[in-house]
Structure formats: structure tokens, C-alpha cells
């Protein structure tokens, strides 16, 4: 683990991404073979690869519990230093290095003893076992391997190394073609197993296989119809953004699995979806969203959200909030009833829309538990302008406008698919920073200070502050939250744990050195929390950059997103 920690620090130390590469591939080329996936699943800053649906489960009062056991340091010191840097593995370095720490004689944790280390903190029950075991795998480590473990276990990896760095690091260390690193990398939706194929030379291997969630394709924030045409028209095909909860289907034979969007099996949730897709006469997975629905019509998600989280739901409950599956995309798919089936990712929308078409899926209409997306193909600014108002008059957020010769790239935000939604964009951010509230909000943290991720360093960088615009018992709730999260206080500020993913309404960004972004967002409110959104989907500094550009095209356009509230 001491080897993998030095890398990281190389390839954090320069910016170059050739160098960057470089450094890697001559390490993934060095490694045993049974050390290779460890290492490439560590250095995605995870500790289990991405498809897999374990957690580690131990959140900052457990690790700075085990940390400051390990230190001898009082309560508060590593607070202190998580101030100073904002940075959890910098911090942690700081109090054991300020302890005099240093490893026993017997020698550091391996990376496989670490990887074992991960899986039993994973399995034990309660914080405590836990907090124990983590003790014992950071007294055996140096502070640098410390850090190193610690950023593998919280995510928090910013050495500016993104998975496609990655990919070419393994197509160079083993003399592989990147696109079939890619194509591998795609259909596995593990980099340890991808690394493993490319050292074999067995990249052709690599299966979609069914029950094995794929990443999900994501959209870019745009707001400007003219935009949109121009990049990715003349001709669009323009979908309408249901607000539900996304979610991939697979199915073969009698079994059903449904999974969220941070890759979990949801199936238990929504039995009568699982029960309606039973049965049918084709294998294969669908990206859609769960909608409820009654009578012919989509219930407000303030409805959906009485479903969510419930893994047995009650005759009364699934009564009440029937839900539906939309779907719009078919990911691969196979007559036979075999479990590999075949992928269509790299096929063209049309191609893939049409195979979804020519499925049989019971209809709502009829009965049954799906419905296909609203499509429409337009090929002007003012078609676009009206599909929008017509996808809002039928009470959708707005539109998903999609390129139709785009393929279905898995867990990327390209920009094959731009959402256009409400007057303005809104961007989702991650909460670092909260206060207790003025006037009636006075006892309650309910000011919360919000960041967006710079891709270049990994590291979050404030963009404003808002008073929530939650209800009361959603700031209760995030209070009870906030309070047991608390890294560090400061006055009435409280540093917390970068956890809760809120959607951030505003009027216009402007430059500012008052944050660490270098923008400010006038009139910035909540406008929702997102516990759907895992916070490495939150949005980036390049995306606010670019949102901004695309604001100074002129007061023309503000008045026309004005117009459209
Ligand atoms: P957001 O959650 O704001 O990042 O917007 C992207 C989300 O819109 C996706 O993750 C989907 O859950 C959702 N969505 C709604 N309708 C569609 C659609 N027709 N196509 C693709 N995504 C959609």
C-alpha cells in the first residue's frame, strides 16, 4: 500500500496528463496479477469496484475516533487540521506525522491486506467493530499510507485522475488498443476486471452480462435552444424529462432486477414492476424511470417520494402510489434466453429506440407497468422552444434533447444527451458548510454554503451559500443530519462531511473571488435535495464555466428564460 500511496502523490504532483499516464502504466505494468484489480479499483478513489453494491459504511466520527486512538491526540486535532487543508487524507497525515506515528517494525499494510482489511470493516456490525478494525489497519500504517487508505475508504482520491486516465494507463502498460480498454471498460463496469483482461490479452471477453447493473448515461445542463441546435442538430430528438427515479431493468425468463442510479437492486421496492415485466419473450436491460401513476395519469413525485426507501411496501402503500416503468433506451438485449446478452451501446440511438419499440412490454394503457418516453424529432430553435412548452404544459420538468446518432456511453456526462429544464439551469452541488439560521429558523441549520467539484485538482470548491428552501421537517431532518456529521466549528459555521447533494436555483453566475470557485450565483436557492445523486455526480467547475459562457450570449436570452417562468 506504501508503493500505491507514492504513485498517487506522482501522478497528484503533475498536471501533465501524459506524465500522469506514464507513471501509471509503469506501475499497473510491475504488478502481480492478483494485485492488479486491487490497485486499479483503489486508484478510482473506491474501495470495492463501482458495479459493486458494498459501503464501507463508516462515516468521519469512526474514522477520526480510529485516527486519533491511533495518534493519542485529543478530540478536536483532527478537525483542526481538516480545516486547515479541507482535506480529510491531508489532515489525517497531519495529526499521526504531529504524534510521531510510525508503523511497526513487521512492516505495513499490502494492498490485498488492505483490499481484506475493507471487506471485514465493510461486514462488521456496528460502528464500534468497525471504528476497531480500521484502528488496526492505521497502526500498522505510516502517515503517508494512512492518508492513502483513507482516501481510498471516504472517495475522496483528487489526484486529478479520471477513469479514462486510467484506461489509457492500461492500454499502454500492457500494449493493449485503447478503444478495446474502453469498449471493455464499458460492458464490465469494473476497472480491476478490465485490467485483468488487458493484462490476459482477453479484452474480447468482456460480456454485458445480465444482473450486472451498467453505469448509467448521463446529461449535461444546457439552456440555450440555439445551443442545443447548433451543437448537437440540425435534427434533434427530444424526449420529456419525467422526474421519477432513474432506473436499469434487466430481465430474463421469470427474474426481474431493478437498480438505482448509484447501482444498487431496488427490485424489492417495486414489486408490481418486477411482477409486470415477468414472463416476456426477450432478455435484456432498459434505462428508464420509475413514475407513479394512477388512472391514466403521472403523480407528482411528492407522491413517488412515499415509496422510496420501503423494501417490503404494504398492500395500503402500493394501493395508493402505483408506479409505473418508463422506458427509453435498451442497452442490449437477446431473443434467446441466454444471460450474456447482446450490447447495443455502441449502436445509434434510432437503431436502439427502434429496438426498444419492437418489444413487447405490457403498456400501462393496457394494464400493464410500462410506458415509452414521449419522442419527438425537431430541427429548428423554435421547434425545440416549443417542444419545451409543450413537455412543461404536460407538467414534465422539461426536456432530455438527445443526438440520434449518439451511442450510449455508460457513466458519462457527454454530450449525446443535454437536459434543458425550468427558466435557468440549475446545478447540483455538494453541502460543505452549514449555519444555524436567523428569525424563526434560529435553532436550525438551515444556511447551508455548497461546492462543485474542480475536475482538474478533485477538490470541491465553494460557489455559494443559500438559506435552504426546504420545509420545515426536511431542515429538521438535515439538522439531526448536519449535527451528527460535524467535522469542524467555527463560531456559528459548521465544516460537515461533503455528503448531502442539493440542486441549486439561480438567476445568473457571475465572476467573484468571494469563493473558492471564482463564480457567485446571484439569487441562489435550494430547489431541491438530492439523495438520488451520489456526490461524485455532482456538477463540475468546467460545467459552471461553461454555463457561464453560454449566460453572457446576452440579455436576449435572459429575457426569454424569463419569459418562460
Ligand atoms: P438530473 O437528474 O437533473 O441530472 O437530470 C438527468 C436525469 O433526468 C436522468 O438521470 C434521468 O433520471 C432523468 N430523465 C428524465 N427523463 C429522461 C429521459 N427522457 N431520458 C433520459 N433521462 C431522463
Not at 468482456?206 to 441546435?229: C, G, N, R
Not at 407522491?303 to 423494501?311: D, E, M, N, V
Not at 443530519?481 to 469542524?488: L, R, V
Request: hydrophobic share 45%; with cysteine.
Amino acid at each position: 500500500m506504501r508503493r500505491w500511496s507514492e504513485i498517487a502523490e506522482q501522478v497528484a504532483a503533475t498536471t501533465k496528463t501524459s506524465e500522469k499516464t506514464a507513471i501509471l502504466a509503469g506501475y499497473l505494468a510491475s504488478l502481480a496479477p492478483e494485485e492488479l484489480p486491487v490497485a486499479a479499483v483503489f486508484l478510482t478513489g473506491r474501495p470495492f469496484p463501482e458495479t459493486d453494491q458494498r459501503t464501507i459504511g463508516i462515516g468521519w466520527s469512526g474514522m477520526s475516533g480510529a485516527v486519533l486512538r491511533v495518534a493519542g491526540a485529543d478530540a478536536g486535532a483532527l478537525g483542526r487540521a481538516y480545516d486547515e487543508s479541507s482535506d480529510v487524507a491531508l489532515a489525517v497525515a497531519a495529526v499521526l506525522r504531529d504524534a510521531g506515528h510510525a508503523p511497526p517494525p513487521a512492516g505495513e499494510p499490502t494492498l490485498l491486506e488492505t483490499r481484506d482489511a475493507f471487506a471485514a470493516i465493510e461486514s462488521a456490525q456496528g460502528a464500534g467493530a468497525k471504528a476497531e478494525l480500521l484502528e488496526a489497519l492505521l497502526r500498522r500504517a505510516s502517515p503517508a499510507t494512512a492518508a492513502a487508505i483513507v482516501k481510498v475508504m471516504s472517495g475522496e482520491l483528487r489526484i486529478g485522475l479520471r477513469e479514462g486516465l486510467l484506461e489509457a494507463a492500461l492500454a499502454k502498460a500492457f500494449d493493449r488498443p485503447l478503444d478495446a480498454v474502453k469498449r471493455a471498460g464499458m460492458l464490465t463496469g469494473d476497472i480491476g476486471r478490465t485490467a485483468v483482461l488487458a493484462r490476459e490479452d482477453r479484452l474480447d471477453d468482456a460480456a454485458m452480462t445480465l444482473f450486472h447493473p451498467l453505469k448509467f448515461m448521463l446529461a449535461s445542463p444546457a439552456e440555450d435552444a440555439a445551443e442545443i441546435v447548433r451543437r448537437l442538430g440540425p435534427t434533434v430528438w427530444v424526449e420529456d424529462k419525467y422526474d421519477g427515479i432513474r432506473c436499469q431493468l434487466h430481465r430474463r425468463g421469470d427474474e426481474v432486477r431493478l437498480y438505482s442510479r448509484d447501482l444498487n437492486d431496488i427490485s424489492g421496492q417495486f414489486p408490481e414492476v418486477v411482477e409486470g415485466a415477468r414472463g416476456l419473450p426477450w432478455a435484456g436491460i432498459l434505462d428508464g424511470e420509475i413514475l407513479a401513476y394512477r388512472d391514466g395519469v403521472v403523480l407528482p413525485f411528492l407522491q413517488l417520494q412515499a415509496r422510496l426507501g420501503r423494501k417490503n411496501p404494504s398492500a395500503k402503500i402500493l394501493a395508493e402510489v402505483p408506479v409505473i416503468y418508463v422506458a427509453w433506451d435498451v442497452l442490449g438485449m437477446d431473443r434467446d434466453q441466454d444471460t450474456v446478452v447482446t450490447p447495443l451501446l455502441e449502436r445509434p440511438l434510432t437503431e436502439r429506440r427502434a429496438a426498444l419499440e419492437a418489444l413487447t412490454l405490457p403498456m400501462a394503457e393496457d394494464g400493464g407497468r410500462f410506458a415509452l418516453s414521449h419522442l419527438a424529432s425537431v430541427d429548428s430553435v423554435d421547434g425545440l422552444e416549443a417542444a419545451f412548452a409543450e413537455a412543461r404544459a404536460r407538467r414534465n420538468e422539461g426536456l432530455l434533447v438527445k443526438d440520434p446518432t449518439s451511442g450510449y456511453s455508460p457513466g458519462r456526462r457527454g454530450l449525446g444527451w443535454l437536459k434543458m429544464k425550468k427558466a435557468l439551469a440549475t446545478i447540483d452541488c455538494v453541502v460543505v458548510g452549514v449555519e444555524v439560521g436567523h428569525g424563526k429558523r434560529h435553532g436550525v441549520l438551515s444556511d447551508y454554503t455548497f461546492a462543485v467539484r474542480d475536475e482538474a485538482s478533485g477538490q470541491l470548491v465553494t460557489i455559494g451559500k443559500a438559506y435552504s428552501g426546504l420545509t420545515d421537517a426536511e431542515i429538521a431532518e438535515m439538522t439531526r443530519w448536519f449535527e451528527a456529521h460535524t467535522i469542524s466549528r467555527h463560531g456559528r459555521y459548521r465544516v460537515v462531511e461533503p455528503e448531502v447533494v442539493v440542486e441549486v436555483a439561480f438567476d445568473v453566475i457571475m465572476r467573484s473571488s468571494r469563493h473558492k470557485s471564482g463564480f457567485a450565483l446571484r439569487f441562489p436557492r435550494i430547489a431541491n435535495l438530492r439523495p438520488d445523486k451520489p456526490v461524485g455526480e455532482i456538477d463540475t467547475l468546467a460545467t459552471v464555466t461553461r454555463l457561464y459562457e453560454g449566460l453572457q450570449l446576452g440579455a436576449e436570452h435572459l429575457v426569454t428564460a424569463r419569459a418562460r417562468q
